[in-house]
């Protein structure tokens, strides 16, 4: 069992910056990749971001490339989302997630190929 914890959300004004953590817990060795995913009041949880664990290889949802960058530190067990320029679309809890399993790591998008998800920290921009 591993257990992710996120921090670094808040208010930012638009065009604003933002780095989120995300420190992994437990069964750290089980962690084939992370990713950063964002739900907003109304809409279905969003892919951003994925890192491989071991690699640091990325994988981004076009809507954010460019913009956001994930990035991971394995001594600290800890992956991050920073965020720049940062839009009156953005706001929304974002949550990171684990991808176990496999011999190789492979970009996944989908909110179903993650199985342990922290609690998620609130994101809010003004305009």
């Known amino acids: 069992q591993v257990q992710l914890a996120e921090s670094g959300g808040g208010l930012v004004q638009a065009g604003g910056s933002l780095r989120l953590s995300c420190v992994a817990s437990g069964r750290t060795d089980s962690i084939r990749g992370m990713g950063w995913f964002r739900q907003a009041p109304g809409k279905e949880r969003e892919f951003l971001a994925a890192v491989s664990w071991s690699t640091g290889r990325t994988d981004y949802a076009g809507s954010v490339e460019g913009r956001f960058t994930i990035s991971r530190d394995n001594a600290k067990n800890c992956a991050y989302l920073q965020m720049n320029n940062l839009k009156p679309e953005d706001p929304a809890v974002y949550y990171c997630?684990?991808?176990?399993?496999?011999?190789?790591?492979?970009?996944?998008?989908?909110?179903?190929?993650?199985?342990?998800w922290g609690q998620g920290t609130q994101v809010t921009v003004s305009s």
């Open positions: 997630a684990r991808q176990s399993g496999g011999t190789f790591w492979f970009p996944k998008r989908t909110a179903g190929d993650y199985d342990s």
